[in-house]
C-alpha cells in the first residue's frame, strides 16, 4: 500500500501540475503563478476603497517591472529565484514516510487502514518493480518528471553563494513595498483632492445659479426702468465732452444725443401736467448745457471765418474740413438761437463776398496782362483798295502782331478742347504770346462757373436744412455779386471796340457750353449772368456784321456803274477771285464751323444771308467793269463762286448745309458760258 502511494504520488503530481522547464532546478516548493501574491500585496488595507484594486499593482509582473534593473540577479525575474537551502535528503523522507502512517489518503477507507492492522489480503499483493530497487526506482521516477539526475544535498559553500540571490531578493521585495506605498499614498491624495474639487464644483454650481437668478431679476429691473431712467438723466461723458472736449466727429455725435434729449424733454414737459422730481431737475441742466454748446459752436465758427481772411488761403478747403466735416452745429445752432445763427451767417456772406471779389479782381488785372489782337474797323471786308491788288496791305493800320481776321483756323480749339482748367493768375502774368478775345473770356468765366459750382453746393449742403432753397439762392446772390459784375465789365471791355466777329461769336458758343455745363451740375444761381453775358454779346456780333455789310455796300457803291476802261485794258484785266471774295468766304467758314450744331433761329443766320446778298451784289457789279466782253465776265463769277464754295466745301450742319447748295446753284449759273 505505501509502495502503491509512492509510485502514484509523483505521477498523479505530475498530471496536475505544470510541467517544469528543463533549466530549473527542483524545488519542493509549489510554483509562483501570476495570481499568488506576497503578503504585502494581497492585504487588503482598511481605508481603501475596492476600486484603488484595479490597479495592476499585485501582479508578479508588475512587482518585478518595479524593481530596478541592476538588481536582477543574473538577468532572471523574481519568480525564478525559487531555491529553498534547507531541504531534507530525500532518501530521509522516504524512509519516514515508510515508518510513519501516510496522511495522504483522507476517505473513510483510508481512515479505517489506519486503525487496522496489516490483514491477510495485503500480504497477497503482488508488486512488479521491474528487477530495481527502491532507490533505482525512485532515481528512474525523478528522471520522467524532469528532474536532472540525482539530488546532492546542499553544501555550506552553495548556501553562501546563494545567499547574495535571496538578499537581493529581499532589497527588491523592500524597495517594491515602499513604491507601492508611497502609490498608496498618492491615490490617497488624489481622492482626497477629488474630493475637495468636487465639493468646489458644487459650490460653484450653487454661486452660478444664484449669479444666473440676480442676472435675471437685474435684466428684468432694467428692461423696466431703463427707458425711464435713460430720458430723466444725462451721461457725464456727454456733459464732460460739450463743456471741454475737442470739437471733433465725437463732439458731433454728442451734440446730437444733447439734441434729443432736449427735444425729448420738452415733449414730454409740454404733454405732461405734472412732472417728476428728476424730470424738473434735468430741465435746468439740458438749458446749461444748451447754451455751453451754442457758445462753443459760435467761437468755432466765428474762429473758421477769420481763417477764410487769411492771405493765400485757399477757401475751399477749409469749407471741406471744417465747416462741412461740422454741418450739424450750424443746425443745432439755427434750432436753438436763430438771431445768432443768422449772425454768423451773415458774417460769413461778408467774408465770402470780400474773398470772392478780391481773389477775381486780381485774376482779371492778372488776364489783363496777356496781348490780344486788336481788330477795328480797317479789319471789315470792304475796306481794303478797289484795285484788287491783293499784295497792297493796309499800311495805316496799328503796329502790332499780324492776324487774319477772316480765318477760324486753331481758333476752334478752345470749344473742342478738354482740358477744362483755366490758367492761372502766375502763367496769365508771365505769357509772351498774343491771343484773341477769346482767350480772356474763356479763362475768367470757367474760373468763374467752377467756383461758383463749389461755392453752390457747400451753401446747399451747410446751411440746409436751416435755411430754405430761396433763402440759399439769395446767399449766393450776395456773395457773387461783385465777382459776376467783374466778369461783365470783362466782356463789355473785350467786346465793346472789336471788330473780330469770329473771336464775338466764339464767345457765344463758350457761354453757351457754360450754361450747358451748369446745368449739368444743377446750378441754376448762375443763368442770370449767363443770360446777361449773351445779351451782351449778341447785340456786338449783330453790329459787326452790320459794319461788315456796310463796307461791302460801300465798296460797292464806289464801283462805276459803267465800264470805263478800253478794250485793251479790259483784255489785261484777270478774272482771278477778288480778295473781298476770298475773304468772305473764311469768314463764312468760320461762322459755319461754330454753327454745325445750331439751329435755324440764330440771329447769326439773318445776319449771314444779308452778308451773303451784299457779297453777291458786290460781284455783280464788279463784273461789269469787263465790258462787253461776257465771257470773261462770267468766267470772273464763276471763279469768285467756285472759291467760296471751295472754301465751305468741308463744313457740316443744316446752316452749311444750305450755304452750300445756294452757292453750287450760282456755280452752275456761271459755268455754262466759262
Not at 446767399?475 to 465777382?483: G, K, L, N, S
Request: aromatic fraction near 8%.
Amino acid at each position: 500500500m505505501w509502495l502503491d502511494r509512492l509510485a502514484g504520488g509523483p505521477s498523479s503530481a505530475s498530471s496536475q501540475s505544470t510541467p517544469q522547464p528543463a533549466n530549473r532546478s527542483y524545488s519542493p516548493l509549489p510554483r509562483r503563478t501570476s495570481s499568488s501574491l506576497s503578503p504585502y500585496l494581497t492585504s487588503q488595507r482598511a481605508d481603501h476603497s475596492p476600486r484603488s484594486s484595479s490597479l495592476s499593482l499585485v501582479s508578479n509582473d508588475s512587482s518585478t517591472s518595479l524593481l530596478p534593473a541592476s538588481r536582477r540577479p543574473n538577468g532572471s525575474s523574481l519568480r525564478h529565484s525559487s531555491t529553498i537551502p534547507d531541504l531534507a535528503d530525500p532518501l530521509e523522507t522516504l524512509e519516514r514516510l515508510l515508518k510513519e502512517p501516510s496522511h495522504v489518503e483522507n476517505d473513510a477507507e483510508t481512515q479505517k487502514a489506519k486503525t487496522s492492522s496489516i490483514v491477510e489480503a495485503d500480504l497477497d499483493l503482488d508488486f512488479d518493480f521491474g528487477g530495481l530497487g527502491l532507490k533505482e526506482l525512485a532515481s528512474a521516477h525523478t528522471l520522467e518528471n524532469g528532474m536532472t539526475g540525482s539530488w546532492q544535498p546542499q553544501t555550506m559553500d552553495g548556501y553562501h553563494q546563494e545567499r547574495a540571490k535571496f538578499e537581493d531578493l529581499h532589497r527588491s521585495i523592500t524597495a517594491c513595498d515602499d513604491v507601492l506605498n508611497s502609490v498608496q499614498v498618492n491615490l490617497a491624495d488624489f481622492r482626497n483632492d477629488l474630493a475637495a474639487v468636487s465639493a468646489d464644483i458644487e459650490s460653484l454650481q450653487e454661486r452660478s445659479t444664484a449669479l444666473n437668478r440676480r442676472l435675471e431679476n437685474r435684466r428684468e429691473v432694467e428692461k423696466a426702468l431703463g427707458p425711464l431712467v435713460e430720458e430723466l438723466s444725462l451721461p457725464p461723458e456727454v456733459i464732460s465732452k460739450i463743456s471741454t472736449g475737442h470739437i471733433d466727429e465725437s463732439w458731433a455725435k454728442m451734440l446730437s444725443e444733447l439734441d434729443r434729449r432736449t427735444t425729448s424733454h420738452k415733449a414730454k414737459t409740454s404733454s405732461a401736467s405734472q412732472l417728476s422730481k428728476a424730470s424738473e431737475e434735468l430741465g435746468p441742466l439740458l438749458e446749461r448745457l444748451t447754451s455751453k454748446a451754442i457758445e462753443r459752436i459760435r467761437d468755432f465758427l466765428v474762429a473758421q471765418i477769420k481763417a477764410l481772411r487769411s492771405p493765400h488761403i485757399n477757401a475751399q478747403i477749409i469749407q471741406q474740413q471744417n465747416f462741412l466735416r461740422f454741418r450739424d452745429l450750424f443746425t443745432f445752432l439755427h434750432k436753438h438761437h436763430v438771431t445768432l445763427a443768422d449772425q454768423v451767417s451773415q458774417a460769413y456772406m461778408n467774408t465770402m463776398r470780400w474773398y470772392y471779389h478780391n481773389q477775381f479782381s486780381r485774376y482779371e488785372r492778372a488776364l489783363a496782362k496777356i496781348k490780344t489782337h486788336t481788330l477795328d474797323k480797317t479789319d471789315t471786308l470792304g475796306h481794303e483798295d478797289t484795285t484788287r491788288m491783293t499784295t497792297v496791305l493796309s499800311s495805316a493800320r496799328s503796329a502790332g502782331p499780324l492776324h487774319d481776321a477772316f480765318n477760324l483756323g486753331r481758333r476752334i480749339d478752345l470749344l473742342k478742347t478738354t482740358n477744362q482748367a483755366a490758367m492761372s493768375s502766375y502763367l496769365a502774368e508771365e505769357d509772351q504770346a498774343t491771343h484773341y478775345l477769346e482767350v480772356q473770356f474763356r479763362n475768367y468765366n470757367l474760373a468763374l462757373i467752377d467756383n461758383a459750382t463749389a461755392e453752390y453746393s457747400f451753401l446747399a449742403t451747410f446751411f440746409s436744412p436751416a435755411f430754405s432753397h430761396p433763402q440759399i439762392s439769395k446767399i449766393f446772390d450776395y456773395i457773387f455779386e461783385p465777382t459776376l459784375e467783374v466778369g461783365r465789365a470783362l466782356s463789355r471791355t473785350l467786346v465793346a471796340d472789336t471788330f473780330d466777329a469770329l473771336g464775338i461769336f466764339l464767345c457765344i458758343r463758350l457761354n453757351q457750353r457754360f450754361a450747358f455745363e451748369l446745368q449739368r451740375r444743377k446750378v441754376p444761381v448762375v443763368d442770370g449772368y449767363i443770360n446777361g453775358t449773351n445779351m451782351l454779346l449778341w447785340p456786338r456780333l449783330q453790329v459787326v456784321m452790320d459794319r461788315h455789310c456796310e463796307s461791302v455796300r460801300q465798296l460797292t457803291n464806289s464801283l462805276p456803274s459803267k465800264p470805263t476802261r478800253s478794250a485793251s485794258d479790259v483784255a489785261k484785266m484777270t478774272a482771278a477771285p477778288h480778295v473781298v471774295t476770298q475773304r468772305f468766304g473764311q469768314l463764312l467758314h468760320g461762322f459755319l464751323e461754330l454753327s454745325s450744331e445750331a439751329g435755324d433761329d440764330e440771329p447769326v443766320f439773318a445776319s449771314l444771308r444779308r452778308l451773303r446778298t451784299e457779297i453777291e451784289a458786290f460781284l455783280a457789279k464788279q463784273s461789269l467793269s469787263y465790258g462787253s466782253d461776257r465771257r470773261k465776265s462770267n468766267r470772273f463769277l464763276y471763279n469768285n463762286y467756285s472759291l467760296i464754295m471751295t472754301i465751305i466745301s468741308d463744313a457740316s450742319g443744316k446752316l452749311a448745309t444750305e450755304q452750300q447748295a445756294h452757292f453750287e446753284k450760282l456755280k452752275l449759273a456761271y459755268e455754262v458760258d466759262v
